[in-house]
Each structure stands twice: as C-alpha cells, then as structure tokens.
C-alpha cells in the first residue's frame, strides 16, 4: 500500500466510500441467493430495504468511524 493509498484510507470520506461498497457487495451476495427461490420484484424489494436499513446504520456510525482509525493520519 502506497503513502496515497494511506491517506484516502484516513481520510474519512475515503473510509466511507470502501465501507460502502464492501457492504454493498456483500449484500448483494447474501440476497442472491433468493432469486431462484422468489419473484425478482420482491427480491429487487427486499435487496432495497435492507440497502437502506444498512445505509442508515452507516451514516448513524459515520461520525464514530473516523475515530477508530486514530493511528492513520
């Protein structure tokens, strides 16, 4: 890892913005698994609603992430 890879990584809109698509490629990999079993509108539905209960955990944690990462500057 490079010293700019070290600072997006501190920075915490650079934190944010790796946090959310982990998140997001992970929740599209765990409701994939549903697509056989039900209608796409209800897997499309429930891909959605657990997006955004996920997102508002994000943004009620964002000002608390920063700070875990107190060694990086």
Known sequence: MGREDTAFFG???GLLTHLSLALANGISAQTV???GTLSDPVCFAL???VVVV???IVMALAPW???TMYPVH
């Open 65 to 67: 992430l920063p700070r």
């Open 11 to 13: 920075h915490p809109k």
């Open 54 to 56: 996920v997102a508002l």
């Open 47 to 49: 891909n959605g609603g």
């Open 33 to 35: 698994k549903l697509y």
